[in-house]
């Protein structure tokens, strides 16, 4: 990727537990949001995160920038079934609109 | 709410054959992005267009050619298509000043035989 990597590639968990996924990126950005991907189909936007900020909430969802590690990541709490799905996250850099997405991790929850 | 369109949603070509896909935006939105996503891959942005004016431009191949019409609406050329281009093309838009985020379509499937 031309991004970063994210990390673990595959998550398996069981509903009720909580799920981490991790990304880190390398150029200076201005932002970085998470995306969720159903298999084979289009891609959700779930979070954004400005450089300014390190921590953001939307409901069960919580994000972290670190940006000194160029790392960030998104924490799921109490996940279900329905959130079985590929995390994508995607930095946006300075003079340019364009997303550069990382690899992905493959989560599933098992009821 | 309206979302973004895109047709078809499935595509089956032979190699060195032509496709066109196309991309409508949300009503408003007057920047559309096309990105590719290979199997088991992460999407990679292609192209970008803001009021008919490529703004951008990725790793796009010299095959592909793409232009946003008046209505907003954008088209994906692709030409002397080849097994590798085999892929999700999925188009975004956003409205100006806030490209922060982009709305994403359900993608159009090409396979190439």
């Known amino acids: 990727s031309q991004q970063g990597e994210e990390d673990p590639q595959a998550l398996s968990i069981q509903e009720g537990e909580n799920a981490t996924m991790n990304c880190s990126y390398k150029?200076?950005?201005?932002?970085l949001q998470w995306y969720r991907q159903n298999s084979g189909r289009g891609l959700v936007h779930l979070i954004l995160i400005r450089s300014n900020e390190r921590e953001k909430h939307s409901g069960r969802l919580r994000v972290t920038l670190d940006t000194s590690k160029k790392s960030s990541s998104l924490l799921i709490t109490a996940s279900r079934a329905a959130d079985t799905a590929s995390y994508f996250c995607?930095?946006?850099?300075?003079?340019?609109?364009?997303?550069?997405f990382g690899k992905g991790t493959k989560l599933t929850v098992n009821p | 709410a309206a979302g973004v369109i895109q047709s078809p949603r499935h595509l089956i070509k032979e190699k060195r054959e032509t496709a066109t896909l196309k991309c409508y935006p949300i009503?408003?939105?007057?920047?559309v992005y096309w990105y590719q996503q290979g199997p088991g891959q992460d999407p990679q942005f292609l192209i970008s267009?803001?009021?008919?004016?490529?703004?951008d431009k990725g790793s796009i191949p010299d095959r592909f050619s793409a232009q946003q019409f008046s209505d907003y609406h954008s088209e994906l050329n692709m030409s002397s298509l080849e097994l590798g281009d085999s892929a999700l093309y999925f188009c975004a838009s956003s409205l100006v000043g806030t490209s922060a985020e982009q709305y994403f379509g359900p993608g159009t499937r090409l396979t190439v035989t």
């Open positions: 150029t200076s950005i201005n932002n």
């Open positions: 267009f803001y009021e008919k004016m490529q703004s």
């Open positions: 995607a930095t946006q850099k300075g003079g340019s609109e364009k997303l550069v």
């Open positions: 009503p408003r939105h007057d920047t």
